[in-house]
């Protein structure tokens, strides 16, 4: 099983930007579709944004289309999701998780290893 610990969360102003890390041990992030998942208060887990394995197929959910980026280092065994423009409603923990398929699901159950997750905070 691949370990995945995200990073990076904190407390940004609307409008400013923010990268957040998942790290990946225990196996090779590169052969796996990476998700980053999200959930707010009193609200359901949704997708954000997924990667392919090999890293040039990105998906991204509607809310974030233009203002997120996703991307992987192989090296560093990471994928980052890079936020910019937040808004107060992007307030949530962040999650990050892999799946054997090759290419990125929004389908939660389609995922086997997920992180802890990380907090951002939007204020305004």
């Known amino acids: 099983q691949v370990q995945l610990v995200e990073s990076g969360g904190g407390l940004v102003q609307v409008g400013e930007s923010l990268r957040l890390s998942c790290a990946a041990s225990?196996?090779?992030?590169?052969?796996?579709?990476v998700g980053w998942f999200r959930q707010a208060p009193e609200k359901d887990r949704e997708f954000v944004a997924g990667i392919d394995a090999g890293g040039s197929t990105t998906v991204f959910a509607d809310p974030v289309k233009g203002r997120f980026t996703i991307t992987r280092d192989n090296v560093k065994n990471t994928v980052y999701l890079h936020m910019n423009r937040l808004k107060s409603e992007d307030t949530a923990v962040y999650y990050c998780?892999?799946?054997?398929?090759?290419?990125?699901?929004?389908?939660?159950?389609?995922?086997?290893?997920w992180g802890q997750g990380t907090q951002v905070d939007v204020s305004s």
């Open positions: 225990g196996r090779t992030l590169s052969n796996y579709a």
């Open positions: 998780a892999t799946t054997d398929r090759r290419v990125p699901t929004k389908w939660e159950p389609q995922y086997d290893s």
